[in-house]
């Protein structure tokens, strides 16, 4: 985890809420990672309040993990770090492939200043090591996605198949909440496809033997998902976003759109 400088009279206040799902995919073993939270905020400089500004990720109606601004003057932050898809699994249970689990995500406002919030969702796979598996498909990771376009927009050129990146489409009020931007997850079963097929010859006794070994692509492997959560503050909307965020929008009666190019 890494904390950038931070500038407490800014238009400029992003929280980023960082959590992290990791489940094996071993017969019989599943195992769930901590969540970690993690944040920052950007240099810009002006006279304005952000003293208030707070941001929480809901998880099925629960509060999964939050950071809040509670003082100037001692730099105090109320926060805590929860445990994503923590409740997935019934002690004792396996995850199936093709089954949806019930996951609804949503993000709460949780200061007392309006935001406008942004969501970048990250899905991969890692070796038994950790190490990132680029040849394995995060698309088969079905993070079932909701509420696009009336809600929630997709910000197509900053996506890619690991990586999506959500804009909250409204200015979301202190004490409010988002409508859902996911609702459930499912393993692929094409993840049981994925075999390697390893021919050997051996010749004993004058006769020729053949053994094919097949190897699941996927066998030892876990799946990841981490979704970001930031938001900057109303005030100057459009130029915290391009400075905060990196891209151009439009507002309009407290409507974003995403520019294009």
């Known amino acids: 985890m890494r904390m950038l400088k931070r500038v407490f009279r800014s238009p400029v206040m992003s929280i980023t809420l960082f959590l992290i799902a990791a489940i094996l995919l071993l017969p019989g073993v599943i195992g769930v990672a901590r969540a970690v939270l993690n944040y920052y905020s950007n240099s810009f400089i002006t006279q304005v309040e952000t003293d208030k500004i707070g941001l929480s990720l809901m998880e099925n109606g629960e509060k999964i993990s939050w950071r809040d601004f509670v003082g100037e003057s001692d730099n105090k932050w109320s926060e805590s770090r929860g445990t994503l898809l923590g409740n997935m699994l019934t002690d004792g249970e396996d995850v199936r492939l093709g089954n949806a689990y019930e996951e609804k995500l949503s993000v709460q406002n949780s200061g007392s200043i309006d935001e406008y919030v942004r969501v970048t969702i990250y899905k991969y796979w890692t070796d038994e090591d950790g190490m990132k598996l680029q040849e394995l498909s995060p698309s088969l990771i079905k993070l079932n ?25 409204r200015l979301l009020p202190s004490g ?11 393993i692929d079963t094409a993840v049981a496809d994925k ?7 051996e010749t004993r006794d ?5 053994t094919v070994t097949t190897t699941y692509d996927y066998d030892g492997v876990s799946f990841h998902i981490e979704a970001n959560v930031d938001a900057v503050q109303s005030h100057n909307a459009q130029d915290a976003i391009r400075s905060a965020w990196g891209h151009h929008v439009n507002i309009t009666d407290g409507r974003l759109a995403i520019e294009e190019g």
Do not use: K
């Open 145 to 169: 996605l909701v509420n696009l376009d009336s809600e929630w927009l997709i910000d197509e050129g900053s996506s890619t198949p690991e990586r999506t990146v959500l804009y909250y489409s």
């Open 176 to 186: 409010s909440t988002t409508p859902l931007f996911a609702d459930s997850l499912t």
């Open 195 to 201: 075999v390697t097929q390893t021919e050997t010859v």
């Open 206 to 210: 004058g006769n020729t033997y053949r």
